[in-house]
């Protein structure tokens, strides 16, 4: 369940590190972004920034409370908007992933590669635990765009940060996933949370 891997990533983080104040989420607001805000939000002594380059779910989130901070710019090639939206986090999720590639500028190796790079670096220089949400699958020998690039933000995740905590989702599916309600309209939603199928996940 979807659930599982919020409620993975805030147990975690607050074991670790019981001072969180901050917590950046990076691609906050795509599917399970907004889903690790509002698991994050139950600790009352966090402050949340989403960054992101669609302001609109920020918005809709702000009415949470004030726990959501304003939103920073951040594209996650540019290592400048990255760092600037880290500054003085706790901790760092990186949620940012595509399924398409809009060249030049947006391939896989520049977003899931290249920008994850900048990601642990935000978080180095922050001291922050990273979280890096990374993909079943992935394989730095695959010939999968998608795959091999998801293979390359673990290894350069892993050098920068190597206490980082990297999760290999696989599909995750509910009321909002882009899967089953695409593909099957009428599946039947789970008591109004989004599911998390099994998976392997792969952390230090
Ligand atoms: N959902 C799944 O079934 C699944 C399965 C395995 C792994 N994952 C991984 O889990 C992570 C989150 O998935 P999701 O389903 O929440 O994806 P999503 O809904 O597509 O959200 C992706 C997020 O990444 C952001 N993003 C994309 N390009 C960016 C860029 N250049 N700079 C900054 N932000 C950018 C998007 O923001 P914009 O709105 O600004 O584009 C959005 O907030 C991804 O890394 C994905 O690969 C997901």
Known sequence: MLSMITSRICIRTFVTNSKV??????GGSGFIGKYTAKAFIQDADTSIELGARNSKIVNELKSLGNQILPPVSSDIISKSDILKACQGASIIVNLVGIMHERPPIYTFD???HLGARNVAIAAKENNAQLIHISAIGADPNSNIPYAKTKALGEIVVREIC???????????FGPEDDFFNV???????????????????YSS
Do not use: D
Not at 162 to 172: E, F, G, K, T
Not at 183 to 201: A, D, F, V, W
């Open 21 to 26: 104040k901050k917590v950046v989420i990076i």
């Open 110 to 112: 520049n977003v899931q």
């Open 162 to 172: 190597p206490n980082a905590i990297i999760i290999r989702p696989s599909i995750v």
């Open 183 to 201: 593909s099957y309209p009428s599946y039947p939603s789970y008591s109004g949370y989004p599911s998390y199928p099994s998976y392997p996940s």
